[in-house]
């Protein structure tokens, strides 16, 4: 029965390749309107509207259905940080499309060379060279500039997928530096099912799995420093993954 999954799983993993690539070419011009926007918020509200059609459809074509939990934690006046466990690539189509409002990602820099994916990509993120020091610092200063034009910045906390045998990764301490230095509060989310359905260490592996984002009340960093309000987020996210 395990080998059968196994050979279904990566059959299945070329369809969502093959799926994967045709939905794209097909949301990508519509979603490169969004650049003809004058107003750089409205203009990534509908470039996130559009990346979430893409992920539904292309969800059901994968098998993969998917909940989402605790929007009401998000204040329509306010913006937030939100930070998200990594464990898969299956988990950074997720997160920005599904968070409520305008918003951009941190990313790498790398992804934008992928040719067509990388205008797509380059519109919604906020790119970043770890290995660069001036790269750092300019995308800190693009996502406090991204906060002050009232959009959601979401970040993976663990930097990269989480490959230990651990539920969550240590934290980096610049989402929280972030929030520290604007003042302005995080949402943990719980991504569930990823894992499951594309883990890490297979090889072109993919099965249909139930998934879903949980997100957390938001946590104020006043009276915090960044290291208090990093082991905070941390506690609050292990103690929700420990739960059924």
């Known amino acids: 029965m395990k080998f059968i999954k196994n050979i279904f799983a990566r059959v299945w993993a070329l369809w969502g390749l093959v799926s994967f690539v045709i939905s794209f070419l097909l949301i990508l011009l519509p979603a490169m309107i969004s650049n003809l926007y004058k107003d750089e918020k409205k ?22 259905n998917l909940k989402v939990k605790g929007k009401d934690n998000f204040k329509a006046s306010q913006n937030y940080i939100v930070v998200f466990n990594h464990n898969t690539l299956l988990d950074v189509p997720l997160s920005s499309p599904y968070t409520p409002g305008a918003n951009k990602t941190i990313g790498k820099a790398s992804f934008s060379k992928v040719p067509l994916f990388g205008l797509f990509y380059k519109r919604g993120a906020i790119l970043i060279d770890r290995n660069d020091e001036q790269s750092r610092k300019k995308s800190f200063e693009l996502m406090i500039s991204t906060l002050s034009m009232g959009m959601h910045m979401c970040i993976y906390p663990e930097g990269t997928r989480n490959r230990t045998d651990q539920i969550l990764k240590p934290f980096y301490d610049g989402a929280f530096r972030l929030s520290v230095e604007t003042n302005t509060p995080i949402i943990p989310c719980i991504i569930r099912g990823t894992k499951e359905a594309m883990p890490i260490h297979k090889f072109l592996y993919l099965y249909p799995t139930s998934l879903s984002l949980t997100f957390l009340p938001p946590v104020s960093p006043e009276g915090l420093n960044a290291k208090e309000l990093n082991k905070n987020v941390f506690d609050l996210m292990w103690k929700e993954l420990q739960a059924p």
């Open 43 to 64: 203009g990534q509200l509908y470039f996130i509207r559009v990346s979430k059609i893409w992920m539904n459809v292309w969800l059901f074509l994968i098998g993969c």
